[in-house]
C-alpha cells in the first residue's frame, strides 16, 4: 500500500490555513450580529460551528499534520492509514460546520461529532504505536500525553449528548460537561501537543535543553493537568475538597512556568541563531501567552477572581482566545514556518503575519476592557463594533497568509490530495 510522504503534509498545511480562515469568516458575522443586527442567524447555533470548527478544522488539523510530519522525519515509511484519517477527520469537521448553525446539537450534528470522537480514538490508537520507538523519549512523553487528553476530552461531547437525550435541566451539569470538553482540549490535547512539538523542535535543531529541568518541567505539567479541571468547576460553588485540589493543580502549573523559562533562558542563544525572526517574534508570544494563562489559571482559585472570571462572558471568551489564539495558534504557525510547510518569502506572508497579529493583540485588550468594565459595572462605548474590526483584521491577515500559499501551490503545481 502506497504510503504518504512529506508533499502530503505541505498540501494538508494549506488546508489547514483555509480552514483558519472559515474560523474567522464566522468568528465575523458573530461579531456583526452582536454590534448590530442578523435576525436570520441563530447565535448560539453559529457559535457552536465556529468553536466546533476552530477545533477540529484548524488546530486538531495543524497538530495531526505536524505529528504526521514529525513521523516522517525519523524515516517512518508512511502508512496511508494517516491519509484516510486526514480525510475523516475534515469530514466530520465539515460536517459539524454545515450542520451546527441550522440545528444546534441536533441528530445530524451529533452524528458528525461522534465521527470525530472515532477519529480521535482511531488517531491517537494508531500514532501512539507507531511513535513509541520512533521519536526521542522526551518528546514522545509530551506527545502521549497530548493523545491521552485527547481521548479523555471526548467524555465532554458524550456527557452533553446523555444529557441532552434525557433532557435534563440541570445548567451545573450542562456546563461541567462542555467544561470538561474545553479543558481537556486546550489544557491537554492543545497544550501538551505545542510542547511536544517545541521539545522536539530542540531536539531536530540540535539545541541542548538540561534534561533533569525538563523532566520535571513535564512532571509537573502532566500531574496537573487532571486535577485542574476542578478550576472550571468552581463557579458551582463546590465541597472544600474541589477548592483545595483546584488550587493545588494551579499551584503545580504556575510552578512548571520556572523549569521552562530557565530552559529557555540558557538555550536562549541558541535558538536566537537558528530560528528567522517571524518564528521567534511568534514564539515569543506564544511563550508570552502560555504564562499568562498559567499564572491566571492559579489567580481563579482564588474565590473572588474565580467567581470574577466565570460570572463574566468577556472574560471567559478572552481566555479561550488567549490560549486557543495566543499561544497555540502562535506557536503552530511558527512550527509549520520552521519546518518549511509554509513558504514565507512572500510580501503577502509577512503582511499577513503583521496584520493577523495586530488583530489578535486588539482582540485581546478589547475583551480585556469589556470584562474589566462589566466587573465595575460601567461600559465602554463601541465594543462591539471594534470587535467587528479586530474579526475583520484576524481575516484580512490570515487571507494573505492563505493567499501566499495558494501561489507557491499554483507555482509547483501542488494539488490537495
Not at 159 to 176: C, E, G, K, P, Q
Not at 404 to 415: D, I
Request: proline content about 3%; aromatic content about 18%.
Amino acid at each position: 500500500m502506497k504510503g504518504i510522504d512529506v508533499e502530503n503534509c505541505r498540501r494538508w498545511s494549506v488546508l489547514c490555513l483555509l480552514n483558519f480562515v472559515m474560523v474567522a469568516a464566522l468568528g465575523i458575522i458573530l461579531r456583526y450580529k452582536i454590534a448590530f443586527s442578523l435576525p436570520f442567524v441563530n447565535y448560539k447555533y453559529l457559535l457552536h460551528a465556529h468553536s466546533h470548527f476552530a477545533f477540529s478544522g484548524w488546530l486538531s488539523t495543524a497538530i495531526f499534520t505536524s505529528f504526521v510530519y514529525i513521523l516522517l522525519q525519523t524515516g517512518f515509511t508512511g502508512r496511508r492509514v494517516y491519509a484516510y484519517l486526514f480525510w475523516l477527520a475534515q469530514a466530520a469537521s465539515f460536517g459539524m460546520l454545515l450542520s451546527f448553525p441550522f440545528q444546534g446539537y441536533g441528530a445530524v450534528s451529533i452524528f458528525f461529532s461522534v465521527l470525530s470522537v472515532l477519529f480521535s480514538w482511531w488517531f491517537a490508537l494508531r500514532y501512539w504505536k507507531d511513535a513509541a520507538g520512533a521519536l526521542p523519549v522526551l518528546t514522545r512523553g509530551w506527545i502521549k500525553a497530548a493523545l491521552l487528553f485527547f481521548v479523555l476530552s471526548s467524555a465532554g461531547p458524550f456527557m452533553l449528548a446523555y444529557i441532552m437525550s434525557h433532557r435534563i435541566s440541570d445548567t451545573h451539569l450542562y456546563y461541567n460537561a462542555v467544561y470538561l470538553f474545553l479543558h481537556f482540549q486546550y489544557n491537554g490535547w492543545f497544550s501538551f501537543a505545542a510542547l511536544g512539538l517545541f521539545f522536539h523542535s530542540a531536539h531536530r535543531h540540535g539545541i541542548q535543553l538540561d534534561k533533569p529541568k525538563s523532566r520535571i518541567f513535564f512532571l509537573l505539567m502532566v500531574s496537573a493537568c487532571i486535577p485542574a479541571y476542578c478550576l472550571s468547576l468552581l463557579w458551582t460553588d463546590p465541597p472544600a475538597w474541589v477548592f483545595i485540589i483546584a488550587t493545588l493543580a494551579g499551584c503545580l502549573q504556575l510552578a512548571a512556568l520556572v523549569p521552562l523559562l530557565q530552559l529557555i533562558g540558557r538555550s536562549r542563544s541558541q535558538w536566537a541563531v537558528r530560528l528567522p525572526l517571524q518564528v521567534k517574534i511568534l514564539w515569543g508570544l506564544s511563550l508570552f501567552a502560555f504564562a499568562i494563562k498559567l499564572i491566571l489559571q492559579a489567580l481563579s482559585a482564588l474565590p473572588v477572581l474565580g467567581h470574577l472570571a466565570f460570572g463574566f462572558r468577556p472574560v471567559i471568551i478572552g481566555y479561550i482566545h488567549l490560549v486557543v489564539l495566543g499561544f497555540i495558534s502562535f506557536f503552530m504557525m511558527g512550527f509549520l514556518v520552521t519546518e518549511k510547510l509554509y513558504h514565507v518569502l512572500s510580501g503577502a506572508w509577512k503582511a499577513g503575519i503583521v496584520i493577523f497579529i495586530a488583530g489578535v493583540f486588539a482582540n485581546e485588550l478589547l475583551l480585556l476592557a469589556q470584562g474589566l468594565s462589566a466587573i465595575v459595572g460601567g461600559h465602554v462605548p463601541f465594543v462591539p463594533v471594534l470587535l467587528l474590526i479586530a474579526a475583520v483584521t484576524m481575516f484580512a491577515g490570515l487571507n494573505l497568509l492563505l493567499i501566499s500559499q495558494l501561489r507557491v501551490k499554483k507555482k509547483h503545481q501542488l494539488f490537495l490530495y
